[in-house]
């Protein structure tokens, strides 16, 4: 079976952008979760999709959102970017026993 | 909440020099507790999970121990290939399908 992909691998923004990035869970994962990793706060649960519901919420802005669509694949959505959301930002399509994660979007905020 | 501590945050360690990783936890009602390894650049690589106290898993040169409170990685004899940080995540009954990490421990393993 595929993994997880993400796309794109990197990007660069300035501040006040908007930036959507792509994630492909491994097939028959319903589930899709995010997270953001920094250097500081390490890695931050985002929010979960289920079947095109959000399921879960982490602590972030309304900034960020995302979606899902009927064949698993989801999106998320940063809106008026700021400095600190530089990070890489991690798809996990949820298996049986755990998640597994892609290899993530390098985004860097200028 | 879910709070997950590792400890050390960074590990330098000769080939063949055995090591412990720990990882403290507090959750409520525990469904799971993982371990990963995450190379620089890349998505974390999914290594164990454990479920309750007194589970023991292994794999090559790696072994995962859990009690009520912690849950140990136990590195034998690394070799440089076993370089990597090293994340622990527990998954708690309250918290739906998410998952909180610990800030992981840097492992370095000189030949």
């Known amino acids: 079976k595929a993994g997880v992909t993400q796309t794109p691998r990197y990007l660069i923004k300035t501040r006040g952008q908007q930036v959507t990035l792509s994630c492909s869970p491994i097939?028959?994962?319903?589930?899709v979760s995010w997270y953001q990793q920094t250097p500081g706060q390490g890695l931050q649960f985002l929010f979960e999709?289920?079947?095109?519901?959000?399921?879960n919420k982490g602590n972030f802005p309304g900034r960020f959102s995302g979606r899902q669509f009927s064949n698993s694949r989801s999106e998320m959505n940063v809106s008026t970017l700021e400095l600190g959301d530089s990070a890489l930002y991690l798809c996990a399509s949820r298996g049986e026993e755990t998640q597994y994660f892609g290899p993530g979007t390098r985004l860097l905020v200028l | 909440e879910d709070q997950v501590t590792q400890s050390p945050e960074a590990l330098r360690l000769q080939e063949g020099e055995s090591s412990s990783l720990n990882c403290s936890y507090t959750?409520?009602?525990?469904?799971?507790l993982f371990w990963y390894r995450q190379d620089p650049g890349k998505g974390p690589e999914f290594l164990f999970t454990l479920y309750s106290a007194g589970e023991e898993k292994e794999k090559e040169r790696l072994k995962a121990t859990l009690t009520k409170k912690e849950s140990f990685l136990h590195i034998t004899a690394p070799k440089p290939e076993d370089s990597a940080t090293y994340l622990c995540a527990v998954h708690g009954q309250a918290a739906g399908n998410k998952l909180t990490f610990g800030g992981g421990t840097r492992v370095l393993v000189k030949p």
């Open positions: 959750v409520s009602g525990l469904r799971g």
């Open positions: 999709y289920f079947s095109e519901t959000q399921r």
């Open positions: 097939s028959g994962h319903r589930s």
